[in-house]
C-alpha cells in the first residue's frame, strides 16, 4: 500500500520538552515538507527537503528542526524553544520533475498538545 | 508574497444543492491545487489545476491563470462533501513546491 504514514497520532507533550514527529513515505517522491495548521487556519510551511541530507526553512521554521538522512523520512523536531507548539501537524511529499509537476499529497497528521 | 484569498468562508447547503468555491491568488502561479480536509484532518487531493479546467465526478474545476482566480463547483451535494476545502498555490518553479494556502471555505451540507 502507497501513502505517507505519520506517527503518533495523537502527542502530548509537558513543557520544556523536545519531542520528534514521524513522517514515512513509500512513494519513492523527491521532497518532503512539513506544514502546521493551528485552529481555523490554512497550512503553514515549517520545513521542506528536495533531496537528501539538505532541506530549507519555511516561513515559520523558528522552534523546530528537520533532518533528511533518507529519502523515505523526514523527522520532524518540535524544541523547547518553539513558543506556542500546540497544533496539527502535516506531512506531505512530491514529485519534483522537470515540468514542475509537483503534485503535493498529504500524510494523515499528528495532533500536538503542550501541557 | 503571494496573497491567497477564498470565498466564501462559511458556506451551509440543503443536500442536493449545487455550489461554487472561489479562490483570488494576487500574482502568477505555476501550480494550483484544491484540497478537501475531512473532519478527521486528512487532506484529500482534489484537483491539480494551474490553468484550464477538470472534472471528477460531481466536482470540477475551473482555474484562469491570467485572471488570478480558480473556482470548484460542486454539484449535487452530499452529507460528505462538509468539511473544509482549501486553495494551495506554489509561485515559483524553484521553490521546491512551497505551497500557500488560503483560509479555507468550511462547507457544511444538512440533510
Known amino acids: 500500500d502507497g501513502g505517507i504514514t505519520q506517527s503518533p497520532k495523537y502527542l502530548f507533550r509537558k513543557e520544556g520538552q523536545n519531542v520528534t514527529l514521524s513522517c514515512e513515505q513509500n512513494?519513492?517522491?523527491?521532497?518532503m515538507y512539513w506544514y502546521r495548521q493551528d485552529p481555523g487556519q490554512g497550512l503553514r510551511l515549517i520545513y521542506y527537503?528536495?533531496?537528501?541530507?539538505?532541506?530549507q526553512k519555511g516561513d515559520i521554521a523558528e522552534g523546530y528542526s528537520v533532518s533528511r538522512e533518507k529519502k523515505e523520512s523526514f523527522p520532524l523536531t518540535v524544541t523547547s524553544a518553539q513558543k506556542n507548539p500546540t497544533a496539527f501537524y502535516l506531512c506531505?511529499?512530491?514529485?519534483?520533475?522537470?515540468?514542475?509537476?509537483?503534485?503535493?499529497?498529504f500524510g494523515p497528521g499528528t495532533r500536538l498538545t503542550v501541557l | 508574497g503571494i496573497q491567497v484569498e477564498q470565498s466564501p468562508p462559511d458556506l451551509i447547503l440543503q443536500e442536493g444543492a449545487n455550489s461554487t468555491l472561489r479562490c483570488n491568488f494576487s500574482?502568477?502561479?505555476?501550480?494550483l491545487q484544491w484540497f478537501h480536509q475531512n473532519p478527521w484532518g486528512q487532506l484529500i487531493n482534489l484537483f491539480y489545476?494551474?490553468?484550464g479546467t477538470k472534472q471528477n465526478g460531481r466536482l470540477s474545476a475551473t482555474t484562469v491563470a491570467t485572471e488570478r482566480y480558480s473556482l470548484l463547483y460542486i454539484s449535487s451535494s452530499q452529507t460528505t462533501d462538509s468539511g473544509v476545502y482549501f486553495c494551495?498555490?506554489?509561485?515559483?518553479?524553484?521553490?521546491?513546491?512551497?505551497?500557500?494556502f488560503g483560509q479555507g471555505t468550511e462547507l457544511s451540507v444538512k440533510p
Open positions: 506531505a511529499s512530491s514529485f519534483l520533475g522537470a515540468i514542475s509537476y509537483n503534485e503535493q499529497f
Open positions: 512513494l519513492n517522491h523527491d521532497a
Open positions: 527537503s528536495q533531496i537528501v541530507n539538505d532541506f
Open positions: 500574482d502568477s502561479v505555476n501550480n
Open positions: 489545476i494551474p490553468s
Open positions: 494551495a498555490v506554489e509561485r515559483f518553479i524553484n521553490q521546491g513546491g512551497k505551497l500557500i
